[in-house]
């Protein structure tokens, strides 16, 4: 009885590996949800922020991007609450949590150093950076789900890094942060949705 439970032709293998692959896959387009919250909240941020700052002159700004904190709780509690739902953790899926959570810690250390290694307005330096870092968990996900959307909005991002600096008012460099949203998050975020509601 044993025996037979573990032995597993080839083709029984194959099909195996297959499902898995599929669920992961399935496990990352239903997590597309976040990946709108994400887009979404960035996008309305950067763009206020740029109203903030362009219109307005206001000089704290940047306070916008506090919004970003109860959607981190409410990120932890979401995340949590899948991984208890979830009967199957694959090798696929761990590496996309692990690509984010890597996005997640370089970001907070590119704020940090970047803000302690310069004086003044040091938000001025930071979003040719910010482009640069936002392109990578995009395409390397795009890459291991092989899902195209993604890798051309993870290239997208690294396009708009390059554009960004040949625009002398910084003001206006801030529109490549909603643009670079629309492109890598928020139209492969619906895509992936749209794919796993087919499934």
């Not at 997590?31 to 000089?59: E, K, T």
Request: glycine share 6%; aromatic share 18%; net charge positive.
């Amino acid at each position: 009885m044993e025996n037979s439970e573990n032995d597993f032709s080839p083709q029984q293998s194959l099909q195996l590996i297959e499902s898995m692959i599929n669920r992961s896959k399935d496990k990352f387009a239903e997590d597309g949800f976040m990946y709108l919250v994400w887009g979404w909240l960035v996008f309305a941020c950067s763009l206020l922020q740029f109203v903030l700052l362009h219109f307005f002159r206001y000089p704290h700004h940047y306070i916008v991007w506090l919004a970003t904190i109860p959607v981190f709780i409410y990120q932890a509690i979401y995340v949590n609450k899948k991984q208890k739902n979830q009967t199957v953790s694959t090798y696929t899926g761990d590496i996309i949590g692990f690509v984010w959570i890597t996005f997640a810690i370089v970001i907070v250390l590119l704020g940090f150093v970047v803000g302690f290694l310069t004086t003044g307005e040091y938000y001025t330096h930071i979003i040719h950076i910010l482009l640069a870092i936002y392109g990578m968990p995009v395409f390397l996900t795009g890459v291991i789900v092989r899902f195209k959307p993604l890798i051309y909005g993870g290239i997208a991002c690294w396009i708009l890094c390059i554009l960004s600096t040949f625009i002398p008012n910084y003001d206006y460099q801030f529109l490549c942060i909603p643009t670079a949203m629309l492109l890598a998050w928020i139209i492969p975020g619906y895509m992936l949705r749209s794919r796993y509601r087919s499934q």
